[in-house]
């Protein structure tokens, strides 16, 4: 009786790898199990269609919006202008023979991510204290070369055909989690209009792209707390 209760309910947490099944979920909440009841995003689909198309084709965004809403702004301009390795990844994934024969060409592949998250690997390789260790960064590097799977992670950004932040139009519970140095931290208003219902929104002080890795006490903290109404 205790298994079948806890199959019938499924809540699925984003981060890391596991925002690839969350992105996925999020794409095609309109037909989602009825065994999924909720969804927790870090790094949500909130960005308004017309907001997002806009930024990734370099131009402006609209004059109208809040300091948060510009904010958004100013990091998505900044990450569609350096998203190049997110491109090359989703148009031809098996060239990028040099992950697979070189460990130095998978490290300065994978350390270069986005400007936030090097600059903190930076800073705790330099032995300022952060969220992350130099041998956390080595570890994460090693798994890669190890297991020669740089080349079919990368397959995972061509295998998604649809936009990273634009509204995916889902109808089922979500909780967010709003870190301040994701690739664009969602402000409060684009999460109430793109999820309707919304049952958390927190901004975080502290985190990035790869908040589970990198923070993983609040991202845990975040996920209890955001899909704690849903148990």
Known sequence: M?????????????GLRTHSPSRRLKTHASSSPPELVGIHANMPGTVPPEIDAVLAAGGQAPSDLSDD??????????????????????DRPQSLTGIVDSPVGLAAFMLDHDAASLALISRSFDGVPEGLTPDDV????????LTNSGVSAARLYWESKFSF?????????????????ELYQAPRSWAEKAYP???????LEKGGH??????????????????????
């Open 2 to 14: 205790r298994s079948s209760v806890l199959r019938s309910q499924v809540m699925v947490p984003s």
């Open 138 to 145: 080595l570890d994460n590097i090693t798994h890669f070369w």
């Open 69 to 90: 809403e510009r904010a958004a702004c100013d990091q998505l301009s900044f990450f569609y202008k350096h998203a190049y390795y997110a491109y090359f990844m989703g």
């Open 165 to 181: 932040f634009a509204v995916k139009g889902v109808t089922i519970p979500v909780a967010v989690s709003a870190y301040p140095d």
């Open 197 to 203: 219902k919304l049952v958390h929104y927190n901004r």
């Open 210 to 231: 790869f908040a589970a890795w990198e923070q993983p006490e609040s991202f845990i903290d975040e996920v209890r707390t955001g899909l704690r109404s849903l148990r």
